[in-house]
């Protein structure tokens, strides 16, 4: 526990507001972490600030608390918060509302596949801070529906998942929009150069980089653990672990859409009751599903990497990665989604064979070294005949050259029989030393 909160740093110390702090109680939030202590007093004083923390450490009450009591409830559209995805703009905008309860300061997500025309009446009727997607934030400013000239916080959330998804642009054009006085502020969970810079070309030039993360960039309540498994075996050891496991609540991430449907469909068959949520699904079943999700009516989620940075749900007890990612920094964001805020979880990965040099370069980022299991009485499945096949020939040709004398390294030709130079020497002249090193040039090298 002691990566996560801050033991000497209470809410009442950090200097929000009364009614902040109130909403904060009936949030359920009792200490600090080590990023809310550090960036609230920041934020509060009107820094700009690059803030990174490990996944799960609350950084949306980091920037959202200090946001909502700075805020002047007579000025609407004031505060603007982005993020990559649908889901987390909604979790956000979830938050900021709990945290302003007891204040007059309203939120409204701007985001794609709800009603703009909603969206728009609710900031018409007095909306404080925008939470959304640049898109939509994009799109509502071209329409002059919404307005930067009363700005006084801009906020990027997991801003590094934006860049890698493409919103680079988007972010640059909205940010370079905003031109009163105000503060911008960057979080997330992995910063790079790329994103300090970025950042810097919006700030104020004392702007602050705050890292709190030491160590792994997991959290140590996450029990990390990968089990090596062939292709053809992943299915039936999923369910062979949820079926004897019996976790609270799971999360199945996989790489593809087209995986997400059939692992949802294979375990529905199964009798799990399971949901899946990927960008083919229109926001209202999104919607629905992240819903059912949070009320505790699904035991497992089959996801894409869609909803990784978007299932801030506390009761998450397991994540399992179907699909190892080959980007590093995505495995951190889906572990993240179970041991939320000081809660212990689970996070399990399923490695094959030709998938160690990815196993190795995540534990090279996150600083953990995950312990390799093996399931007791998981029976894995007969090899695949193609598959069977092509081992086959595959150690065949393996054979063929290990036999080719004219594929054998030798070091000297004269432990070499007539017939083993012959089939390496064709001509018949063996060479006497290495070849000149003109790389099949006509040009000479030039002299050193």
Same mark, same amino acid.
């Given at each position: 526990?002691?990566?996560?909160?801050?033991?000497?740093?209470?809410?009442?110390?950090?200097?929000?507001? &009364?009614?902040?702090?109130?909403?904060?109680?009936?949030?359920?939030?009792?200490?600090?972490?080590?990023?809310?202590?550090?960036?609230?007093?920041?934020?509060?004083?009107?820094?700009?600030?690059?803030?990174?923390?490990?996944?799960?450490?609350?950084?949306?009450?980091?920037?959202?608390?200090?946001?909502?009591?700075?805020? /002047?409830?007579?000025?609407?559209?004031?505060?603007?918060?982005?993020?990559?995805?649908?889901?987390?703009?909604?979790?956000?905008?979830?938050?900021?509302?709990?945290?302003?309860?007891?204040?007059?300061?309203?939120?409204?997500?701007?985001?794609?596949?709800?009603?703009?025309?909603?969206?728009?009446?609710?900031?018409?009727?007095?909306?404080?801070?925008?939470?959304?997607?640049?898109?939509?934030?994009?799109?509502?400013?071209?329409?002059?529906?919404?307005?930067?000239?009363?700005?006084?916080?801009?906020?990027?959330?997991?801003?590094?998942?934006?860049?890698?998804?493409?919103?680079?642009?988007?972010?640059?054009?909205?940010?370079?929009?905003?031109?009163?006085?105000?503060?911008?502020?960057?979080?997330?969970?992995?910063?790079?150069?790329?994103?300090?810079?970025?950042?810097?070309?919006?700030?104020?030039?004392?702007?602050?980089?705050?890292?709190?993360?030491?160590?792994?960039?997991?959290?140590?309540?996450?029990?990390?653990?990968?089990?090596?498994?062939?292709?053809?075996?992943?299915?039936?050891?999923?369910?062979?672990?949820?079926?004897?496991?019996?976790?609270?609540?799971?999360?199945?991430?996989?790489?593809?859409?087209?995986?997400?449907?059939?692992?949802?469909?294979?375990?529905?068959?199964?009798?799990?009751?399971?949901?899946?949520?990927?960008?083919?699904?229109?926001?209202?079943?999104?919607?629905?599903?992240?819903? &059912?999700?949070?009320?505790?009516?699904?035991?497992?989620?089959?996801?894409?990497?869609?909803?990784?940075?978007?299932?801030?749900?506390?009761?998450?007890?397991?994540?399992?990665?179907?699909?190892?990612?080959? /980007?590093?920094?995505?495995?951190?964001?889906?572990?993240?989604?179970?041991?939320?805020?000081?809660?212990?979880?689970?996070?399990?990965?399923?490695?094959?064979? /030709?998938?160690?040099?990815?196993?190795?370069?995540? &534990?090279?980022?996150?600083?953990?070294?995950?312990?390799?299991?093996?399931?007791?009485?998981?029976?894995?499945? *007969?090899?695949?005949?193609?598959?069977?096949?092509? *081992?086959?020939?595959?150690?065949?040709?393996?054979?063929?050259?290990?036999?080719?004398?004219?594929?054998?390294?030798?070091?000297?030709?004269?432990?070499?029989?007539?017939?083993?130079?012959?089939?390496?020497?064709?001509?018949?002249?063996?060479?006497?030393?290495?070849?000149?090193?003109?790389?099949?040039?006509?040009?000479?090298?030039?002299?050193?």
């Amino acid at each position: 526990m002691s990566d996560i909160f801050n033991q000497e740093a209470t809410f009442e110390s950090l200097g929000l507001s &009364e009614q902040v702090l109130e909403g904060t109680r009936a949030a359920g939030y009792t200490q600090p972490t080590e990023i809310q202590a550090t960036l609230i007093p920041k934020i509060l004083a009107g820094k700009d600030v690059i803030g990174q923390a490990k996944t799960g450490t609350g950084k949306t009450a980091a920037f959202g608390l200090p946001m909502i009591t700075l805020l /002047d409830p007579n000025i609407p559209m004031q505060a603007l918060v982005l993020t990559p995805t649908r889901e987390l703009a909604a979790q956000v905008a979830t938050e900021l509302d709990a945290f302003a309860k007891f204040t007059d300061i309203k939120t409204v997500c701007i985001i794609g596949g709800e009603s703009m025309r909603h969206q728009q009446r609710s900031l018409e009727e007095g909306g404080h801070i925008m939470v959304g997607t640049p898109g939509r934030v994009m799109d509502l400013y071209g329409r002059g529906q919404i307005r930067f000239d009363n700005i006084r916080m801009a906020c990027l959330d997991e801003v590094d998942r934006m860049l890698d998804i493409g919103f680079r642009d988007d972010i640059r054009k909205i940010l370079g929009q905003i031109k009163g006085d105000h503060q911008t502020v960057f979080v997330s969970a992995t910063i790079d150069e790329s994103i300090e810079r970025l950042g810097r070309q919006f700030m104020k030039p004392d702007a602050e980089t705050i890292n709190v993360v030491s160590g792994s960039l997991t959290v140590s309540q996450v029990d990390q653990k990968y089990f090596p498994v062939e292709p053809w075996d992943k299915r039936a050891l999923l369910l062979k672990l949820l079926k004897t496991e019996k976790p609270d609540t799971t999360v199945v991430f996989c790489k593809t859409k087209a995986t997400v449907r059939k692992i949802a469909q294979f375990l529905k068959e199964k009798d799990v009751q399971v949901r899946e949520i990927h960008g083919d699904l229109h926001q209202s079943k999104r919607n629905k599903v992240m819903q &059912e999700l949070r009320s505790e009516k699904v035991d497992v989620l089959v996801a894409s990497d869609l909803a990784a940075r978007g299932l801030d749900v506390d009761h998450i007890t397991h994540v399992i990665n179907y699909d190892l990612p080959e /980007d590093p920094e995505i495995y951190i964001h889906r572990v993240g989604r179970t041991a939320r805020a000081g809660r212990r979880g689970v996070a399990w990965t399923f490695v094959t064979p /030709d998938q160690g040099q990815m196993l190795t370069e995540v &534990e090279k980022l996150t600083g953990v070294e995950i312990e390799k299991l093996h399931y007791p009485d998981f029976i894995p499945g *007969r090899v695949p005949a193609d598959v069977a096949e092509q *081992r086959e020939r595959d150690a065949k040709r393996g054979e063929g050259r290990q036999s080719d004398p004219s594929r054998s390294i030798v070091a000297n030709p004269n432990e070499l029989s007539e017939e083993q130079l012959k089939a390496m020497f064709p001509g018949g002249k063996v060479p006497s030393g290495p070849p000149r090193r003109t790389l099949g040039s006509k040009f000479k090298r030039r002299g050193r």
